[in-house]
């Protein structure tokens, strides 16, 4: 039998379709009305227009605070949520002085498991509700996360990284076994629950042409499975790519060449890219992630959102933790606002929170179930307190309590809910996130309070 369906009242802002003009498509709800029944929304509107349909159901009263989409982290790797803030090194030494012992250790099942909660628990209490996460080269490190986020019923998507040469003899694997090993956690993960799967070359360098020619043919035999790796991060990476690969005549037709440019690839980073490599991604629908402040902090280079643009190229925005240095979505978003001014190209808050919401759920085909508050859609959704201390209250106190007539329009409207998530991206942290709904459940008190029972 169906539960009884729970409005919740807040402000509310969301797109319902995909846009490549976020700033004039946001739908924005002051006084609005969220109804969830079991895992999904059925109802999404003003306050005044839905209640009386929905006079029996139990009123969550969150007015003061705004709901959003739960928020989606195209690009991070679960094994180094505990190597976050490693000093001083850039990409090359920073992957073998820090990154490939760390995940060394996950050879070890019961470290897989604990550090796969952790993980969860820092999405959830940031307001991450689906994320493109890396595993390491060990089978169990997928096994770990998909079972951790199907505890949840949270739309997760990993992959076993893929690795057969230039990386430590612990964490290599060969074309076949990493062929069979993706192989076997596809049929089994791929589609389970809320589970997806994503092929996972770590990049060029560490991969042989027999290994990326087996996972493209993985590719081609799963459409629907993703492909996620890293492209044109850094100059060294690049210069070795050219001398791996000396037949493609650009890092993109490497990937390309093995069948892994297409409408579900998801390529890390895009900073040094050549004009017909954008011509490229763009004509395959493909997807650039932009990871600033794994940028900033490797010294990696500056996103050009103005090329993305121009070649109109899907992007959406990432943490990449571990050399990215929060969990925090939004204030990624306050970090590509930083490198858009520096370029010249300022990023909007309805952008950012487009490029992190319904942007990259309806380029990577999900968006019947997430990226948006439409009825239909999983009940996954972030309630935001713009008030959860003494500076944010001072700075957004205002905002919510304007009154709004219906005179204003739409845009005006839709500014308010924008203003509050820009000064968060900057004065906010995760006590911003008041609480994170995953198919209709809070889980950002539950994860908290069974970190208390352990303490
Ligand atoms: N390139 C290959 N592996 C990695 C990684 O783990 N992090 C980043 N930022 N870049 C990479
Ligand atoms: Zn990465």
Known sequence: MKNRPTLFRASILHFTSSTIEPDNHASYYHDGALVVEDSHIVALGEYQDIHVQYSQSKVQDYRGRLIIPGLIDSHLHFPQTEMIAKYGQQLLAWLENYTFPTENKFVDRRYCEYIAQT??????????????????????????LFSVA????????????????????????????????????IEKWHGSGRNLYALTPRFAPTSSPQQLALLGELAKQYPSVFVQTH??????????????????KTYLDVYDHYNMVHSRSLFGHCL????????????????????????????????SLQQASKYKVNVALAT?????????????YGEAYKIGQLQQFPLSALHGLYMMTQGPASAYGLDQDIGNLNPGSYADFVVLNPQFDALSKL??????????TTEKSREQKSMIGADILFALSFIGDDRAVEAT???????????????????
């Not at 991604?281 to 902090?297: D, G, R, V």
């Open 119 to 144: 993980f969860i628990r820092e999405l959830v209490s940031n307001g991450t509700t689906t994320a493109f996460a890396y595993a390491t080269a060990h089978k169990q490190s997928v096994d770990a």
């Open 150 to 185: 199907s505890q949840y019923n949270m739309a997760m998507i990993t992959g076993k990284v893929c690795m057969d040469r230039h990386c430590p003899d612990y964490l290599q694997d060969s074309p076949q076994s990493a062929q069979e090993d993706s192989h076997a956690l």
């Open 231 to 248: 492209l044109s991060e850094n100059q060294g990476e690049i210069e070795w790519v050219k001398d791996l690969f000396p037949q493609h």
């Open 272 to 303: 040094h890219l050549h004009d017909h490599e954008w011509e490229r991604l763009a004509e395959a629908k493909a997807n650039a992630i932009f990871c600033p402040s794994s940028n900033l902090f490797l010294g990696s280079g500056l996103f």
């Open 320 to 332: 990449d933790v571990g050399a990215g240095t929060s969990f925090n979505m939004l204030n990624t």
């Open 395 to 404: 700075r957004c106190e205002s905002l919510l309590d304007q009154d709004i």
């Open 437 to 455: 709904y995953i198919a209709g459940k809070e889980l950002k008190q539950t994860l908290q309070e069974q970190v208390y029972a352990m303490a």
